[in-house]
């Protein structure tokens, strides 16, 4: 017969478990899904990062609805991969297409859009999705040098974004959607230090305080300004701007951080809070596709609604990053 002892030892773990899938059930009810199924036949998609994750899931999303997307990424197996696995899902879904890119190298960047501008007529959504969030104690930098938060969430993107603006205007309306973060709150940019040297050097020697990665959030941050300012300069053509965020999903974008013990320590924060990455990507997918938020630009989105960001953006600094993210891509070929 089992003991009194026993069933009690038994008992506890379980309703524990059955509290925080319930609480988890309960949270999940207030991140938003995207309910637009309007088909996208005839549409061209464009997705950086699209392999894994937020971008994978945003893909499939697209796919789904009949979208072509494009599937530019840093390794090119992966993307392969990606896609064959999205087609066994969904075998009459739209056309998807594997396409190199490193937003690490200008090189590479202005070789992608070569191909894109002989191979498309006009690109309706891109999605500015891929991102890194490395330890700065790695220290580890673009082919040009600049810091790898600043250098590829950043400028990659801004140097690609301006290169295709003329296939974007030619698919008039057409959108951008820059994944960004609410840890953009968190953020600040230092015109005398974009690189983080002093951070980097600190990191390095084991004396940075602080359990958040400074350089991503700067470069969120920078996201955000950069959706805004394009927002201003892209008003008279037709292309819309959305800065969102994903929220806080399970993706190996922490891959280098979060260690296998964060997870067993943290795992009920994990499960009551952590999204997966198809919850992240109803908000992108409802940035790329919706029709309800057509010709509202330059606004930021979280739960398939506008958020309104506790950070105070300054005009002045807006204009400044722009100016100076130009310069360190001039050199490489005028805007």
Same mark, same amino acid.
């Given at each position: 017969m089992v003991s009194q002892q026993l069933i009690y030892a038994a008992a506890v773990p379980v309703s524990v478990v059955l509290a925080i899938g319930l609480i988890r059930r309960w949270r999940s009810r207030k991140w938003a899904k995207c309910l637009s199924n309007t088909c996208l036949r005839g549409k061209t998609f464009l997705i950086t990062g699209a392999n894994s994750g937020i971008g994978l899931?945003?893909? !499939?999303? #697209?796919?789904?609805? !009949?979208?072509r997307v494009i599937f530019a990424c840093?390794?090119?197996a992966k993307a392969k991969q990606a896609i064959t696995q999205i087609r066994a899902a969904q075998p009459t879904g739209g056309e998807l297409i594997p396409m190199q890119l490193d937003l690490a190298s200008f090189e590479s960047i202005e070789n992608f859009v070569e191909v894109i501008k002989a191979g498309f007529y006009k @690109?309706?959504? #891109? @999605? $500015? $999705? +891929?991102?890194? +969030? @490395?330890p700065l104690k790695k220290a580890l930098k673009t082919k040009e040098g600049f810091e790898i938060h600043f250098g590829v969430n950043h400028l990659g993107h801004f140097y690609l974004t301006n290169l295709l603006l003329d296939h974007l205007k030619k698919a008039a309306p057409s959108r951008i959607v820059i994944v960004s973060s609410t840890l953009h709150e968190q953020g600040k940019i230092d015109f005398d230090d974009l690189n983080l040297k002093k951070d980097t050097e600190l990191a390095v020697q084991g004396k940075l305080k602080g359990r958040h990665n400074p350089a991503y959030n700067n470069s969120k941050l920078m996201n955000a300004y950069f959706g805004r300012a394009l927002a201003d300069r892209l008003k008279d053509y037709g292309v819309d701007v959305y800065n969102c965020c994903p929220g806080f999903c399970y993706t190996n974008l922490f891959r280098d951080s979060i260690r296998w013990y964060h997870y067993i320590l943290m795992a009920p924060v994990f499960l009551m809070f952590m999204r997966t990455a198809k919850q992240g990507s109803e908000t992108v997918v409802f940035c790329a596709s919706d029709y309800s938020v057509e010709g509202i630009s330059g606004r930021f989105y979280r739960d398939c609604a506008e958020y309104s960001s506790k950070y105070q953006f300054n005009k002045e600094v807006e204009e400044k990053l722009w100016q100076v993210s130009e310069e360190l891509v001039k050199a490489r070929r005028p805007l």
């Open positions: 899931e945003t893909a !499939k999303g #697209l796919v789904r609805r !009949k979208g840093r390794d090119i @690109i309706d959504v #891109l @999605i $500015n $999705n +891929a991102g890194v +969030a @490395i």
